[in-house]
Structures are given as C-alpha cells and as structure tokens.
C-alpha cells in the first residue's frame, strides 16, 4: 500500500496548497475505502438539466467542461477532486512521487468490477491512459508529460514524465483519468454505449440520443455512499429559451444556466441560486510582438486598452451585475492570485491616451477583431463603444465556419473571448501562456515568462512565488484585457442541495444531494 497525505501537507509538488502524495511524506496513512454494502440512502428521481449534448461515450475521446455529468454518471476517474479542488482518492486509492517528481505510481483498486463483469486490473488502467493520449480528445495534452506507462503488477501502475508536471493528479481526475472496460475499446457501439465502474448505468432503452439520458444505480458500485439516487435523467435543452420553459415548467431539478441573465427567472420559477466563478472574460490580446498589428507589438498600447475598459460598466451591460471584475486571469484560489492586481488598471480613458500618444498614436490605434453569430450583436457594439471613447477603434469582421481554427491559426491580433480559471497556476500557463499554449496563438514565448515557469514546474515556495511574480509581469505587460470573473450559476429546486466545483461550470455529481 502506497503512502497518501493531504494535499495541504506537501508544497514541492503544485502551486497550490492542494498538491499531492510523494514519497517525500512523513508517517502512513491510508485512504478510507468506502463500504458499499453500507452506501447512502437513495432518494427518487434526480432530474439534471444540461446546457450541452454527449458528444461521444468513449471514454479516450472525451471533453470535460460541460459534458462531464454524462461521464461522473458511468464512469469512475483515476483519482477525483473535491468541490474545492482537493485531489482524493478514487479507482486509484493511494499514489506516490519519485524523489524527483519524475514518476508517478499509482495503487489501484482490487475490489472493482466494470458494469460488464470485468475486473478492474492495472492493465486496464494502463491500457486507458494510452488511449486517452492516442485518442481524439481535444484534452489529451493532459498527459503531454507522461512519457511511458508501465503495469509494476497486478494493482500498480507507473507513470514516467519527461518533466514534472505539478497538475498531472488535477489531470487524472479529469477526462485523462477516466476508465472504461476493455470490451469497448473495439466494440461497434462504442459511441453509444459507456460501459465503465461509476455509480450508473446509462439505460438505452429508456434515453433519446440527442435529447434525454436516463440511468439507473449500478448495484456493485464500489462507492455506494455517492449514490443518492434511485435514478438519474440528464435532459438536454438546445438553447436558452428551451431551459428557461423546463424551469417554469419545474421539468429539472437541477440545472445550469446559459447564462447569469437568467437568474430572475429561475428566481422567479422557485429555484434557489448557487454561484462560484469559473470563467474570466475579456480580450485576449495576442499579437504581443506586433507582427500582424504593429501597435500591439508597444506594451504600452496594450496596457492602454486595459485602462480603457469600463469594467463596472461592462459587467453591468452584459452580465447584469453578475460577476466580479477583474484584471488577472489567474484563479481566486490559486498561489498566483493577488487581490491587489484587480485594481491594477483602474478606468481611465484619459490615462488611455496618453499612454497611446507616448506609444506614437496620438490619433488613436485600430485593431481588428472576430464577430460571429455565437455572441449577440449588442455585446460587441458594447465593447467597441467603450474602447472608443479612449480612441481604440474596434472593426469587426464577420466570422466564418471556420472560426475556431482562424482564432487558433492567428488570423486575429486580439479577439473577445472567456477562458476557465484552472485551479493551478500551471494550468494556466499551459492553457494561455506557454508558447506552445493553444490560446498563445502566434506562440510567442518570453525569456521572462520561461523563467518562472521552470521554477512553477518544480513547486515549492519557490514555485509559489513564481506563479504570483508570472500574475504580476502578466498584468505590467498586459498579455490580456480581463474584464471580468464570470459567475458559473447552478439552480436547484426545493429539496435538491448542490456545491459548486471551483472552475468548473457543473458540479460533482456526488455533490448533488437531497436537501
């Protein structure tokens, strides 16, 4: 049995206080493993709306964000994370770091069977995890670092890094950490049917592909006490008015919003509100090195559309108040974030222009930017009227089919966008920073920004100093333009009690409970 302590107890792995179990840890101890002949005591229906379809069951090809209720229904993930981000035990009970955050081991448990039949074994484990990083999911740099696979034995599995990756467990409690029974793996209804070890069991014959998912409690689960109900129907609601009909019609239980927008109609249905921030949103101003758009190429012309930004304003305009304005991209919770960096570029148009003049645009500057039909109209009219008013003009181009590939490829300098708010600072980086990063999409990389990040990678105090020093130059040379911390809304009807997940727009399934 492998050694585990709490997150808190080791500082050399991540950038938060949440980190992991090494071999660096001091005294035994070992994870609770639940009974499940004692589980929870079941409680009806649990009717779930979601704002998104499934777009595949297989577990190598998954997406998270949304999507992932479908998969915490039948599948079980190598290890989980708390609503607060705490890593914990799952299919992996117990787990341990080489001296050199090199290696990972991972205990897995002998006491679980897939919905099949089949047992759980290290090779099925280490079988998924090479699928994961072969497969067709958009997340499979998750286990970008993971250079080899090894099954030590029958319940040990070992990973091997190229470099220490100090968000690989946060990783393996996502869709990298998802395990399905090896009879899909070639099987032809694969796409339609999961056959996994989680807490249900998706009923075919009583879901509508495209429309409703019905499942049913898996009576070997090895976690029983996570199963709070008698069934489980995910609805799915094509747009906002769709939901919005469901609620007043109390056809869910609980939900997430399109949008905070509809938060007095959900008040107004009876659902109660449950928020937690997940998303920031602003511009993201990608041609740090001027190559398309000269102008943005002069830190100071960067910093002047940050000081150009209304954000109370903004935040009122397009979200009604709901949210939290903001300057840095980082996490609330993380080592990066400082308070005091949302004050760094306080609303000042003047200050605006005068920083443009220094830069050599008395006039003004011009930049253009993406629209698509995704986003209303009335948003990016906004947005332009704001910057205007410190002489930065906005024109925009109609997006076409290929949006998300133009955005991506670098056919814009700088373009409105929202991006999750990881738990860990390095998570960060490798979404928007590093330059291998998809949303750093000229990939432009820093002498300055490598520094830290090298000493992000290795943890510790050092580390934590690091990811708030990388914050601090992030803001000072104005990478982004945040606007705003979006509020992820969850509603749930009188006798449903949910606790948002940090960063994530939907919660644990295991955290939606009877009230």
């Given at each position: ?45 649990l ?47 117990a ?100 056959v996994?070890?989680?807490p ?46 469901a ?19 959900a ?8 928020t ?94 993406p ?29 076409g ?16 966008f ?35 990040a ?39 009807a009188?006798?449903?009690a ?18």
């Amino acid at each position: 049995m492998l050694r585990k302590t709490q997150l808190a107890a080791l500082a050399g792995m991540a950038t938060l206080a949440l980190a992991a179990c090494t071999s660096s840890d001091s005294g035994d101890s070992t994870s609770a493993t639940p009974d499940s002949t004692t589980g929870a005591e079941q409680a009806g229906e649990l009717r779930i709306g979601s704002v998104v379809d499934i777009s595949t069951w297989i577990a190598a090809d998954a997406v998270w964000g949304n999507e992932a209720t479908y998969y915490m229904a039948v599948y079980d993930s190598l290890l989980r994370t708390s609503a607060t981000n705490e890593v914990e035990p799952g299919l992996a009970e117990a787990w341990e770091y080489n001296d050199d955050l090199t290696e990972l081991t991972l205990d897995i448990r002998d006491d679980v069977t897939f919905t099949d039949g089949t047992a759980l074994d290290a090779q099925v484990v280490a079988d998924n995890l090479v699928r994961f990083q072969e497969g067709a999911s958009a997340d499979k740099g998750l286990l970008g670092a993971v250079e080899e696979i090894s099954v030590v034995d029958e319940d040990t599995v070992a990973l091997s890094l190229s470099a220490p990756d100090p968000a690989l467990l946060i990783s393996l409690s996502l869709n990298a950490g998802l395990v399905a029974s090896p009879s899909t793996f070639d099987a032809e209804d694969a796409q339609t049917t999961p056959v996994g070890t989680g807490p249900y069991v998706l009923d075919s014959d009583a879901s509508t592909i495209g429309a409703t998912y019905v499942f049913t409690p898996n009576e070997e689960y090895w976690a029983a006490e996570d199963q709070h109900w008698d069934s489980v129907t995910i609805n799915y609601y094509a747009d906002a008015s769709a939901l919005l009909n469901a609620l007043r019609d109390n056809q869910v239980d609980v939900a997430n919003l399109n949008s905070v927008t509809q938060i007095p109609d959900a008040e107004a249905a009876g659902y109660t509100i449950n928020t937690e921030p997940v998303n920031w949103k602003g511009i993201i101003l990608a041609d740090r090195w001027g190559m398309n758009n000269e102008a943005l190429g002069d830190v100071r012309v960067r910093q002047a559309v940050n000081y150009a930004l209304d954000r109370e304003g903004l935040l009122q305009g397009l979200e009604d108040g709901y949210g939290e304005v903001t300057t840095q991209i980082f996490n609330t919770e993380g080592d990066a974030f400082d308070a005091a960096l949302d004050d760094a570029y306080p609303y000042d148009p003047e200050m605006a222009k005068s920083l443009l003049a220094e830069a050599g645009y008395a006039d003004g500057v011009t930049i253009v930017m993406p629209q698509t039909g995704f986003v209303p109209a009335s948003e990016y009219e906004l947005i332009a009227g704001v910057l205007a008013e410190s002489n930065i003009f906005i024109e925009y181009e109609q997006a076409g089919e290929s949006f998300f590939g133009d955005l991506l490829g670098g056919t814009w300098s700088a373009f409105n966008f929202g991006l999750n708010q990881e738990p860990l600072a390095w998570q960060t980086y490798n979404q928007a920073i590093a330059p291998g990063a998809a949303w750093n999409v000229y990939h432009q990389a820093d002498e300055t920004v490598e520094a830290l990040a090298a000493r992000i990678r290795l943890g510790g105090e050092d580390g934590a100093a690091a990811a708030q020093e990388l914050n601090a130059y992030m803001v000072e040379e104005a990478w982004f333009a945040p606007f705003y911390r979006v509020l992820g809304v969850i509603v749930t009807a009188d006798g449903f009690a949910v606790t948002n997940k940090s960063g994530q727009a939907v919660s644990n399934l295991w955290d939606i409970t009877p009230a």
